[in-house]
């Protein structure tokens, strides 16, 4: 038998180191090598915030955000709508098949990437895996009736793939949610909604607390010794323009300028019917905002109140994080996936190859990078985060991406484009955007219209005013020969179908 003061020498020395230890076992066991990744996905955000020059933008907590982080200029997702673009995020290829263009672009084609999607390769890898809210096309994961019940979309990637109790009903109804629990009658309801009322009235509140308890639960579990993957996916500023009167009220006396060009383009173009407004939403009044200015400007003003709503709660979040501590641990990531035309061109929407359909925000902070705040203006496309949080993280790199790791530029904001960025639309579209010119071919309308091209100096033009392709013929040539070297949806493939285009 142990002599007493030795006996309780030991004793003391063992409950201290079990203190100690306890103490470890509620910190997430990320480290430097393989840190915690939380990835927010913003749905349909185009680069209308305050930190990247919009002046009429109130966004303070994406702001604050972007003061932390590397901050992309100049970032351009595959397919200018959501399911499409989120896929190619998922994967880090580009679309090579008509059906990867469309919403349905993940669901129908999973089994052809298996464990080497984005989630799934994490988790192969020792990650747990986390998506809440839209991450890929079907907030919740489920793609059968109302979304809420049926085959997963990603089956096999997630630890839990899941939407928060909420007063709206199903997974289709909080996409497209009006104020407390209300949900989007097609070709009936409003495409504006100003409720009086809390925060609360409007589905990303919903988001923002569950991921705000998420990211507490998962502080506190470190004894499952594994760190995680937690992608949060918030709803707003996707259509309807919808937020809580506050946020209207940010926004009543802005004179929010009209684009540089507001008109049709002469063929060949990108215009569409702006189906996804004028087929899921009607006005009371049956204003068309491409000749009314008014309702222009109030447009452009319920857009930017729900951008400032969404900026609240992803704020909610990104507080959080540094409230626990898990900053120092976590690569943070705040991405678009596609933008949205208010006006320009005659298009209220997406689907279409002109520049603020496809450039979204793109922000990634890196526990202790250097430089945090600066702001580069290399091209960069969604292909290329696959990439680069496998290298962030120490993972094996899968093969044949299509994108290239970004942290050359996370290191130093001043290092050039490698390549440029490639965008895919219906009927064989593609663009390709490089530092200065911006090409979009039209193939299915050769040879009715002449070069079936469009060409923009984006330096001199940036409201893509001037199509100039048949004044510039070799600059047309290069780009043509840069674009060859990349996939080329068959021609014949046709627009989405009328459900995925709407959604």
């Known amino acids: 038998m142990l002599p007493f003061p030795f006996a309780r020498t030991v004793l003391i020395l063992l409950f201290s180191v079990g203190l100690r230890l306890a103490a470890l076992a509620v910190v997430t066991p990320a480290s430097a090598s393989h840190p915690n990744v939380l990835f927010i996905a913003v749905d349909d955000l185009p680069n209308e915030l305050g930190c990247l020059g919009a002046s009429h933008a109130r966004t303070p907590q994406i702001d604050a955000f972007a003061e932390t982080a590397r901050v ?65 096309h079907y907030p919740g994961g489920r793609s059968g009736k109302d979304w809420a019940e049926g085959p997963e979309e990603m089956p096999g990637a997630w630890d839990r793939c899941w939407l928060p109790e909420t007063p709206w009903k199903t997974p289709a109804a909080i996409m497209h949610g009006y104020a407390n629990g209300q949900r989007r009658v097609p070709g009936k309801s409003a495409p504006l909604e100003c409720f009086d009322g809390p925060d609360s009235a409007y589905p990303d509140h919903w988001i923002a607390g569950e991921a705000v308890a998420t990211l507490r639960s998962l502080r506190n579990d470190g004894g499952k010794n594994k760190p995680w993957f937690f992608a949060v996916g918030f709803f707003k500023p996707h259509l309807p323009f919808a937020a809580p009167k506050r946020w209207f009220d940010l926004h009543a006396s802005q004179q929010i300028p009209p684009p540089a060009a507001t008109a049709r383009p002469p063929e060949p173009s990108g215009w569409h019917r702006s189906r996804e407004f004028f087929g899921n939403y009607k006005d009371a009044q049956n204003r068309n905002p491409n000749r009314d200015a008014a309702y222009a400007l109030d447009i452009r003003r319920a857009h930017a109140a729900s951008v400032s709503y969404v900026d609240a709660q992803v704020g909610r979040v990104l507080d959080e994080i540094k409230k626990l501590g898990l900053d120092r641990d976590t690569i943070v990531i705040l991405w678009g996936d596609n933008g949205f035309l208010l006006g320009e061109h005659a298009i209220w929407g997406k689907h279409t190859l002109y520049e603020n359909a496809v450039r979204t925000p793109l922000m990634i902070r890196v526990p202790g990078q250097s430089n945090p705040g600066a702001k580069t203006g290399a091209t960069v496309e969604t292909v290329d985060l696959f990439p680069t949080l496998a290298d962030l993280c120490a993972l094996p790199m899968p093969e044949n991406l299509n994108g290239r790791s970004l942290r050359k530029h996370i290191d130093n904001p001043a290092a050039p484009s490698v390549k440029p960025a490639i965008s895919y639309w219906s009927e064989g579209q593609r663009a390709i955007r490089t530092d200065r010119w911006r090409l979009v071919t039209h193939p299915s309308k050769a040879p009715a219209v002449e070069g079936s091209l469009e060409l923009f100096d984006m330096i001199s033009d940036p409201g893509e005013t001037t199509n100039i392709a048949k004044s510039n013929p070799s600059v047309v040539t290069d780009l043509l020969g840069q674009l060859a070297r990349v996939p080329e949806i068959p021609r014949k493939s046709k627009s989405p179908a009328k459900n995925d285009v709407q959604k």
Not at 75 to 86: I, K, L, M, N
Not at 113 to 123: E, H, I, K, N
Request: hydrophobic share 30%; glycine share 10%.
């Open 72 to 136: 992309f200029k100049n970032h351009y997702v595959q397919v200018p709508t959501c399911g499409a673009s989120r896929c190619a995020l998922m994967t880090g290829l580009y679309p090579r098949r008509g059906i990867h263009i469309s919403n349905n672009a993940m669901r129908a084609t999973h089994d052809d990437y298996g464990t080497r999607t984005l989630p799934a390769w994490f988790r192969q890898h020792g990650y747990r895996t986390f998506a809440l809210g839209k991450i890929t």
